[in-house]
C-alpha cells in the first residue's frame, strides 16, 4: 500500500502450490495481470522469477 492505494505485485496461489495469478499495481491502478492453469507453470522472467523466490520464503 502506498497513500492508501494498493501498490506492487499480488499474487495468488493453488492449493497445489502453483501460481494463479500475479497481478501488478501501482498507486490502485492494475498495470499487468497474469493467469495460469493449475499445473503450469509461469516463464521465468528475471523479476517475476525473483519475486516469486520471495513469496515463497515468506510462506
Not at 497481478?23 to 499445473?39: M, P, S, T, Y
Request: aromatic content about 8%; hydrophobic content about 35%; overall charge positive.
Amino acid at each position: 500500500m502506498r497513500d492508501g492505494q494498493p501498490d506492487g505485485v499480488s499474487r495468488a496461489f493453488y492449493p497445489s502450490g502453483f501460481v494463479k495469478a500475479e497481478v501488478r499495481l501501482k498507486a490502485g491502478q492494475i498495470l499487468e495481470q497474469r493467469f495460469w492453469k493449475d499445473g503450469e507453470a509461469p516463464a521465468p522472467s528475471s523479476q517475476s522469477a525473483a519475486a516469486a523466490r520471495e513469496t515463497r520464503k515468506g510462506s
